[in-house]
């Protein structure tokens, strides 16, 4: 469903050609040395009951495929989740009024465990973020660094939400940022069409995984 | 007419009570130590023949209403504009791929002039921002903390964009943030009443321009 | 010892007068917001036995003296330790180059754990810090904005790494940042006090702790 | 001279050997892609007559050798100077109080005009930062992500202030950082002699400024 909601808006011509003439969404491509971003996909998001939760067993088995050609290149991937201190100063005050989920997030708690089926690699970081971006407050850059990364493959949840903001702070970072759009999920079908349509025309590639999978298909094996 | 359509979002209580069900939407309120920050009110965007232009007028009236009392009460105020190296080495080949209007953002030209009707002061710092977040890459961050500000009230465009960027960075710094909602605009009425909306429910408090004005009125002279 | 060293410095009026008329080592005095921080008060630091170990014994009294008045006083309270995934993808290759001791730090290990005698509360949070200064990669700086802290007791350990560090990310955003001399600890009593002399000339006001006490008793009780 | 200081803290084997003991002063060797910093080399530093001037014209000797070959090979190369605004928001309190030589620094003054020699060219950023590393509150960092740098060849001054500052923020950010040792220079002799040999064991690798000339001919050219 989502997919067709972006591929709507990819059908919207008009509207593209509109902010075309002003200059937005053209085409960043590809860098050399890509690496995957796992943001959220953590029960807080995954489980349906929860307050957050939707159903994002599509997005969750099109992450494990993208996984698995990424692993088998041998790309660095990163995961997140939210997590704070029981007493919460590492939320802050300001955050827990504006979104009072937060509250929610305890380290440790079934909540912010990461999806087991992700199969999570020891060489692989778990990031917990404060905030929506992935790159805020904590050490992902250091390491995209460390690695030589120029291009974020951004996958999870929520597409309005941390999928943006990551997207965003890669972009501002200037690196490369793809988000393969049936890979990002929201519990929102028209935030997530609306938000896609944003992210493509201000901050990164929004692409069909099939054609990711593609590409990653013809880099060579760092494994 | 903007203000229209985000009274028309506030009027949409179903779509309100949605997002506040999944813990969006709080109220974050007032700190002690207000100051204003004037987002890119420069040529670029103001001048109606510009390529990213339109018809700010009522918003730049709004805005030296708004300075006028915080200039009164002595409130910090900054300024940005964007602004890039001649050989644009600052903006980089990421941003200059995806936004091709950031290209005639160059040092000096008449486009990254601030509009001179708000007449800044000596003491009033202008900050050339590579991106949309006026935190990003620049020194606001640090001039905050000096003053020791712990609330911002954001103006100027574009509601879609800098706006909304700009005070995502302040909620992830756990800054409270204000937008008066007449005191922002966006060359798209419709991105700029879903922004405002957006903003309210994740890292903001829209409020209009005259309860803005009513709490300034209640602070102490620091002028 | 160090202390004395120290004192050394501070009698060393033609020193510190050829750094004033160069125009260093003015005092910052004291905002209105003091918050402490403990810089890596754990296994690795006060085992002598251990690689980066050294007796800190005396400043660990000293760090316990401060902490009952500072949580007498209600004063934020924030504990730093280092501590990487076990893969040390989160240190990165040219940080394991560098300080090879690094690649012992491992998450969970009893060589990251807090000097239990320090008895951490559950409002006082613990920051896993990858880099020398607390501000680096960490969430610390938004914790302090939203406790509108606009001061920064530093103390710890090692003057001349960790605590140096951390003076300098304070100094940079406008934090005023004092160190009680007796209350920060080095291996090397020599780059103890050359350290404590440079940051006192650059970062950060150097005072005894009797100061600093007496200082915090004349403020509020938050508690 | 502070060469010969290098060579002997470099010939002082039972220090070197007493902090390897302890898991520092590891060889970081060069990455693939290198950069040229070229900090604070501006009239405030460089006049003799100035309050932090000293003689540095063997240091701008090195540098303009270096960047021949830098220019040649197409390095990515940037220059800092500080700047403040006239009213001097941009520095802040803190900063002012404890370096009062910073109240000088205003943007256009002959003071902070680079060293003319050293021709900058248009495609050559010139960075203005406010503290003493190249990477605080700038976008240095944004510029050499989108350049794909992986190593900042460090030269300039002062040895103890902005070198050291600017080598730790690389080394932090997962940077490979070389400063040549007859290419920064400082006021004080000892405190540079002393800062080389800590940047050695720390943050940076130290070498002889033909090492570094050696190594850059060795690669392709990308003029």
Redesign the interface.
């Known amino acids: 469903m989502p997919e067709q909601t972006f591929a709507h808006s990819h059908s919207n011509p008009a509207l593209r050609e509109q902010y075309a ?9 590809w ?2 040395r890509p690496a995957v971003l796992v943001i959220d996909m953590a029960g807080a998001w995954t489980h349906t009951d929860e ?2 939760g939707s159903d994002l067993s599509s997005v969750l088995e099109n992450i494990k495929t993208l996984l698995a050609v990424a692993r088998r290149k041998g790309l ?1 991937i990163y995961f997140t989740t939210m997590a704070y ?3 919460l ?2 939320a ?4 827990l ?6 509250a929610k997030m305890i380290r440790g708690s079934e909540r912010v465990r990461l999806e087991p089926s992700l199969e999570r690699r ?5 990031i917990e973020k ?4 992935a790159f ?4 992902l ?3 995209l ?2 690695e ?1 990364v ?1 291009t974020t493959i951004i996958v999870g949840c929520s597409t ?2 941390c999928i943006r ?1 990551t997207a ?1 702070s890669a ?6 940022a793809i988000v393969p759009a049936e890979a990002v999920g929201d ?1 929102s079908p028209s935030a997530h069409a ?1 938000s896609l349509f ?1 992210i493509d025309m ?3 590639d929004v692409m069909p995984l099939a054609e990711v999978l593609e590409h990653l298909e013809t880099l060579p094996d760092r494994a």
Chains 1, 2, 3, 4 share one sequence.
């Open positions: 003439r002003a200059g937005f969404g053209g085409r960043v491509g860098g050399e307050q957050l660095p201190d029981p007493a100063r590492e802050g005050e300001v955050a009024r504006k979104l009072p989920h937060l020891e060489n692989e970081p778990l404060p905030r929506a971006s805020r407050s904590t050490n850059l250091s390491e660094i460390s030589r120029d309005s939400g903001a965003e972009f501002d970072l200037n690196f490369h519990r609306g944003d201000r901050v990164a």
